[in-house]
């Protein structure tokens, strides 16, 4: 009995016919990715994610203030950086896929579930759901803080950054980073992770959102530092009255005599 | 061999008297004559691709210089090949550079550098090359060989200090160049500049002067995120001062690594 493995992943049945149309003139939207700087540390009592907030449709700056920082349960976020949809998506299923598991187990959920699940999906697509992510949470097993590349891979480290900004972001942990930190300290490094993404790489922008997870609390900062903010308009181009000079006032009223409605038939 | 040699003998004309050239009676022909304005043509110099490789360059301008750092090391791709390559280069007395991709052609432009020094010291007229000289001679080369296809495959990083004010610039492969407080070359460029614009930035908010001491520990700041992250280095390093006293080059020295988060790493 042949078994339809098409539901599973995705068909590329079309691809020879996609392509002809590309030839032809067919012009493909760009995706919107969201350029971005992603970071997460775990501190001395959890952990703390940040984010850029700027979307980019190639050049584009297409949303100046989206939120990258996703939902996934009540003690775990994820950052989302690469393809906007494809994050937003991804979080947004592995969220109701928890919370199902959570009403099935009847407990806390593990950050290493939705770690597997996230990889265990986007190992399925093979790459082509465009999901770079920091995940962080705090579980019974403590704080834990993992990366996910788009392929299924992931990495369990104390500190990480993802997306175009990763580097600056990354050259300021490497600089600043320390095994347990209070969390003041920590939460002022990843903002400065974060601005360093925000003015060093052009995929990054405008403000810092910040989350911080600690056993029994979530802290979601949004916006934790404007950055950038929208200067005020320096100039006035508003006339004062008077700027004109007035030479003659002539005021003609008409009197209303008649009133007529009318239905006006549809034209067939 | 001679051309006729497999004819038949009724059919060969008398052998040439010598071969390659020219032909009694005419002009002798250059080779390659027709393909260029000159009638001489050089050899084909090109690097079409860099062999031995130097990594990032990073220099940072301070209230009395500048720094100019730059590990020793030549890869050979991903072969760790000469761990002792110094290169960073005392042009004068009031000018450094610092010299990031193909090995050969920083040889190359350093020899002319070099000659070019000797001959304006034999003049001894009381002139010399001033930082922004030098800065405006490897723009103009590096340009120049960009246009005619053949580039060198270098980025430089250029400092100096002359009458007190100090420079710092930037001349790329492509001929890209310019001025700033703040230089790096390759991998430094995503890594170190970030960092040092951060660190200057801080210390200027802080009220601090940065002095060469401070700009000193925020280029090995710099130096060793690289480290950790730019595969083609090694801890190897050395820096060099420039100025209103001159020029020093200062190393090999090594850079203090911390692996403490290895034990969190599960």
């Given at each position: 009995m042949a078994e339809d493995q098409s539901s599973d992943c995705f068909s590329f049945d079309l691809f020879e016919r996609n392509e002809k149309l590309k030839r032809d003139g067919f012009k493909v939207p760009k995706a919107i990715k969201t350029g971005t700087t992603i970071a997460g540390i775990v501190y001395k009592d959890g952990v703390v994610l940040g984010a850029d907030t700027r979307a980019t449709e190639g050049s584009v700056v297409a949303d100046k203030n989206c939120a990258k920082i996703h939902y996934l349960a009540p003690n775990m976020y994820c950052c989302g950086a690469g393809t906007a949809a494809d994050t937003e998506n991804v979080t947004s299923l592995t969220s109701s896929k928890l919370t199902l598991h959570r009403l099935y187990t009847g407990r806390e959920t593990l950050v290493s579930t939705a770690l597997r699940m996230l990889k265990q999906y986007l190992s399925r697509y093979g790459g082509h759901v465009g999901a770079y992510l920091v995940l962080g949470g705090v579980d019974k097993t403590g704080p834990r803080l993992f990366t996910v590349h788009a392929h299924g891979s992931t990495d369990t480290l104390p500190y990480v950054t993802m997306g175009s900004?990763?580097?600056a972001a990354m050259s300021v942990f490497e600089d600043r980073y320390r095994p347990n930190m209070e969390k003041e300290e920590a939460m002022l490094l990843v903002r400065d992770a974060i601005a360093s993404g925000i003015f060093n790489d052009l995929g990054s922008g405008s403000h810092v959102d910040l989350c911080v997870i600690t056993k029994g609390k979530v802290e979601y900062l949004r916006p934790f530092d404007v950055a950038n903010k929208k200067g005020e308009r320096a100039g006035d181009y508003?006339?004062?009255p008077g700027t004109t000079a007035v030479l003659n006032v002539d005021i003609r009223k008409f009197d209303v005599v008649d009133e007529q409605v009318t239905a006006v038939a549809m034209e067939t | 061999m001679a051309a006729g040699m497999n004819l038949p003998f009724s059919q060969r004309g008398p052998a040439p008297l010598w071969s390659g050239g020219p032909a009694p009676g005419q002009f002798h022909d250059f080779p390659n004559k027709g393909n260029s304005c000159s009638s001489v043509q050089l050899p084909i110099n090109k690097t079409r691709q860099p062999i031995v490789?130097?990594?990032?360059?990073?220099?940072?301008?301070?209230?009395g210089g500048v720094v100019i750092a730059a590990d020793t090391l030549g890869s050979y791709g991903s072969l760790a090949r000469f761990r002792s390559v110094s290169r960073l280069m005392k042009v004068t007395d009031s000018t450094v550079v610092g010299c990031s991709g193909d090995y050969g052609d920083f040889q190359d432009t350093k020899g002319h550098l070099d000659r070019m020094i000797i001959s304006?010291?034999?003049?001894?007229?009381?002139?010399?090359y001033t930082p922004r000289g030098i800065f405006s001679y490897l723009t103009r080369v590096m340009y120049y060989k960009r246009t005619r296809g053949e580039p060198h495959w270098n980025t430089w990083a250029v400092g100096g200090c002359k009458d007190g004010e100090p420079f710092l610039g930037?001349?790329?492969?492509?001929g890209v160049a310019y001025e700033s407080p703040f230089v790096a070359t390759g991998l430094g460029k995503y890594y170190a500049l970030p960092l040092m614009r951060d660190a200057a930035e801080q210390v200027a908010k802080e009220g601090r002067e940065l002095t060469e001491e401070v700009a000193v520990d925020i280029v090995k700041r710099a130096l060793k995120v690289l480290l950790y992250r730019d595969c083609r280095t090694i801890n190897k390093y050395e820096f060099a001062i420039a100025t209103e006293e001159g020029v020093r080059i200062e190393g090999p020295l090594?850079?203090?690594?911390?692996?403490?988060?290895?034990?969190y790493v599960k």
């Open positions: 900004g990763s580097l508003s006339y004062k | 490789m130097g990594t990032s360059v990073v220099g940072i301008k301070f209230s304006e010291r034999c003049h001894d007229d009381g002139h010399g930037y001349v790329d492969m492509i090594a850079l203090d690594t911390n692996w403490d988060v290895a034990q």
